[in-house]
């Protein structure tokens, strides 16, 4: 049984360019979460989408949005890249939307941006 | 707004030492809390939860992790630390009741053990 999986791992980009990451959700979950960890720092909540919808959102600028597939993939997108946006990028599934769901974390998408 | 707080940026320790990690968060509701691990190269991985009951928990690995209310406190422990804990642990917040609340991490406590 595959655990949450993220493509690419690594990533290079030029400052104004946009970047797309991809995560495919552990098996029987259907919430997807993106979270930004900045070196040294813990991970920040990007936003959350459930039946192909966002449904929480952190203190992130427009810059950066999401899509969820019919089969719960999702998609982050970051527009217009900043130095600042050079971050490990996860993602976390969680069975149905729930009070007390449990996260699980994937591998991660390492971007820096030149 | 919420947030959590980890007052131990890094912590030294030698093999057969107890551990504790402090962890406090601002939130005056229902909160559920958890402590994640990172090891060296690898994902983040749930080392243990608290929803409700009990308030002392256990996770993998020997670990416990005591929830405090009035203290707002949530530090994990471990009475005999071996060298493979040495990893980032992270203490986490997810506030209120809502099914859409979104979780709050600390900055993070790096372990290194001495063997």
């Known amino acids: 049984d595959a655990g949450v999986t993220q493509s690419p791992t690594h990533l290079i980009k030029t400052r104004g360019q946009q970047v797309t990451l991809r995560c495919s959700p552990k098996?029987?979950?259907?919430?997807v979460s993106w979270y930004q960890q900045a070196l040294g720092q813990g991970p920040q909540f990007i936003f959350q989408y459930y039946e192909e919808e966002e449904r929480q959102r952190g203190n992130f600028p427009d810059r950066f949005s999401g899509h969820q597939f019919p089969n719960y993939s999702s998609e982050l997108n970051v527009n217009a890249l900043l130095l600042g946006d050079s971050a490990l990028y996860l993602c976390a599934s969680s069975p149905k939307l729930g009070v007390q769901e449990t996260q699980y974390f994937g591998p991660g998408t390492r971007l820096l941006v030149l | 707004a919420q947030s959590v707080s980890q007052h131990n940026h890094h912590v030294i320790l030698s093999e057969a030492a107890s551990l504790e990690l402090g962890c406090n968060y601002s939130y005056g509701g229902t909160v559920n809390l958890f402590w994640y691990v990172q090891y060296p190269g690898q994902h983040l991985q749930l080392l243990l939860k608290?929803?409700?009951?009990?308030?002392l928990v256990k996770g993998i690995k020997g670990f416990e992790a005591e929830f405090i209310k009035s203290k707002f406190s949530f530090n994990l422990r471990k009475p005999s630390v071996q060298w493979s804990d040495t990893a980032e642990y992270f203490c986490a917040v997810k506030a209120g009741y809502s099914s859409a609340s979104k979780i709050i991490f600390g900055s993070g406590t790096r372990l290194s053990i001495r063997p």
């Open positions: 098996s029987g979950h259907d919430t």
């Open positions: 608290y929803f409700s009951g009990d308030p």
